[in-house]
């Protein structure tokens, strides 16, 4: 169809991800916009969040914060908050693009422009507004909620594993927990299992030979509900969603709403604390607001012969609650790379191995140079799983 020809489309947008330019760019670096949607129709249809997936969309928006703020003085473009607006073939108006969820996010990514949007209010959503209706129907009725806080248990004689392969998939986040540091050893779980955006599709590796390994039981845990951490299960490995599910109890967009409602009751939503998934495996909460994803996800603490690892997602070190520890045998370095608050942890041993996620080219500006130096500046040898197109693959913890 031509773009002439493409009727406006009208969506509703959580606000999943906002990117800034690089400090180091002229004024005119553009800032990315993430927005998890919904067409406006399907949601005044009464449809089923877990019957939408041709009317949501992952829509990116790129743009001067100038421009924005000219067109829409009246947004204030965060985190967590929901636009209504509308996208049509304008040039000159900003760029967007969208994917539509159909067949598993695997159609045509689709240029066109945001030619409206108008931000739905704040939080606290006033009672019975659009704003509160939205968020009703993203939350998940299947999953269980609020498990009782557990307490630390003593910690017994470590075990000899598990060992964390964290996978190469480019600019996203997974990590397997195997019994033993082989491919082909037995899988226990997974902390994360997502695949890039659509913008950064083309650092996703060529060969991905996960779907021949999955195990047909085990756990997954969601560090946090971002696409790139979580997408792989309703994309390329939907067998996924057969395991364990643990993941945060935050605000989500209807696309993360949809796999809620796939997982059902495999999905438990934790506000706790800490949470003991097994034996020498433990979540920990940051201790960031609510309403910031990142500050409030889970990091993961494997207590094993030769010292703790970390993985941390996208957790900043300064959220880290005081129980998890600052001394490690190996991480998994937080944000893919990116800026972060907060010292670094403490390797138990000079050059011990700190992995970190990322895909090249981004739009992220991952890995930050500085965040970088300062995991080496206390000791930490740098392993990264992408450094160029034919030098990449997966790290070993």
């Known amino acids: 169809m031509d773009g002439q020809d493409r009727p406006v489309i009208k969506a509703y947008g959580f606000v999943e991800a906002v990117t800034y330019p690089d400090p180091n760019e002229s004024n005119r670096g553009r800032v990315n916009f993430v927005l998890d949607s919904l067409r406006v129709e399907a949601f005044h249809s009464g449809v089923s969040v877990a019957d939408t997936a041709d009317d949501l969309l992952i829509v990116r928006i790129l743009s001067t914060v100038k421009r924005l703020e000219k067109l829409f003085p009246e947004i204030k473009w965060e985190e967590g908050s929901w636009i209504e607006f509308q996208l049509k073939d304008s040039p000159g108006d900003p760029p967007a693009w969208y994917l539509s969820a159909a067949n598993d996010y695997s159609g045509p990514v689709v240029r066109t422009n945001i030619i409206k949007a108008v931000r739905l209010g704040g939080r606290p959503f006033p009672e019975n507004s659009l704003e509160q209706n939205l968020a009703q129907f993203c939350r998940s009725s299947d999953a269980a909620r609020d498990s009782p806080p557990l307490g630390i248990r003593r910690r017994k004689k470590a075990l000899s594993g598990p060992f964390v392969r964290v996978v190469d998939v480019g600019q996203a986040s997974f990590s397997a927990i195997h019994t033993s540091k082989q491919t082909s050893s037995p899988i226990l779980g997974y902390f994360d299992v997502g695949e890039p955006l659509f913008f950064h599709h083309k650092t996703f590796p060529r060969v991905f030979y996960e779907r021949k390994i999955l195990p047909v039981s085990g756990f997954v845990v969601l560090s946090h509900w971002d696409f790139d951490h979580y997408s792989l299960a309703v994309s ?68 094993r012969a030769g010292g703790p690892v970390l993985l941390s997602g996208d957790l900043p070190y300064s959220m880290f609650p005081a129980g998890i520890g600052n001394r490690f045998s190996a991480i998994v370095v937080t944000h893919h790379g990116g800026a972060f608050t907060g010292p670094p942890p403490t390797p138990l041993a000079k050059g011990a191995v700190a992995a970190v996620s990322y895909g090249i080219p981004n739009r992220y500006h991952h890995p930050n140079a500085l965040a970088i130096g300062f995991h080496q500046s206390v000791g930490w040898s740098i392993q990264p799983t992408n450094t160029s197109t034919k030098k990449r693959g997966d790290v070993w913890l």
């Open 236 to 303: 390329k490995l939907p067998k996924l969603r057969n395991l364990v599910w643990y993941a945060p109890d935050q605000p989500v967009g209807p696309n993360a709403a949809r796999l809620q409602a796939l997982l059902g009751t495999n999905l438990t939503l934790l506000s706790v604390p800490f949470f003991c998934v097994s034996r020498g495996i433990e979540l920990w909460k940051g201790t960031g607001s609510s309403s910031n994803r990142n500050d409030s996800g889970y990091a993961m603490r494997i207590t």
